[in-house]
Nanobody
Framework: QVQLVESGGGLVQPGGSLRLSCAAS????????IGWFRQAPGKEREAVSC????????YYADSVKGRFTISRDNAKNTVYLEMNDLKPEDTAVYYC??????????????????????WGKGTLVTVSS
């Protein structure tokens, strides 16, 4: 059974850091581009970052560029999102999802959540003092 599970969320003060994990079961994550999206209360889901299936391309939304880093550990079948210098506006539920292989990070880059395939259930990140 194909499954994605996010973890690592929590409550952190502004300026703090968290590392989110997206672990897969039932398939190999390294066969797919993996995107991270987030959804804040009352807002639409938005693209945050993506790593291509060949690992030669990464995407970051302008709002997180320079603060977030996406990476992949194929041995653990896990993708990570390292988040530094967190701001209150980063508060959201964070989701990982797969894209169709061999198209880079097209759906994530275009902020098209509807074109993503498999989704996890999300992990809540709250940035507050």
């Amino acid at each position: 059974q194909v499954q994605l599970v996010e973890s690592g969320g929590g409550l952190v003060q502004p300026g703090g850091s968290l590392r989110l994990s997206c672990a897969a079961s039932g398939f190999s994550l390294d066969d797919y581009p993996i995107g991270w999206f987030r959804q804040a209360p009352g807002k639409e889901r938005e693209a945050v970052s993506c790593i291509s299936d060949s690992d030669d391309y990464t995407y970051y939304a302008d709002s997180v560029k320079g603060r977030f880093t996406i990476s992949r550990d194929n041995a653990k079948n896990t993708v990570y999102l390292e988040m530094n210098d967190l701001k209150p506006e980063d508060t959201a539920v964070y989701y990982c999802a797969t894209e169709e292989p061999d198209h880079g990070c097209r759906a994530t880059t275009l902020n098209r959540a509807v074109d993503m395939d498999y989704w996890g259930k999300g992990t809540l990140v709250t940035v507050s003092s």
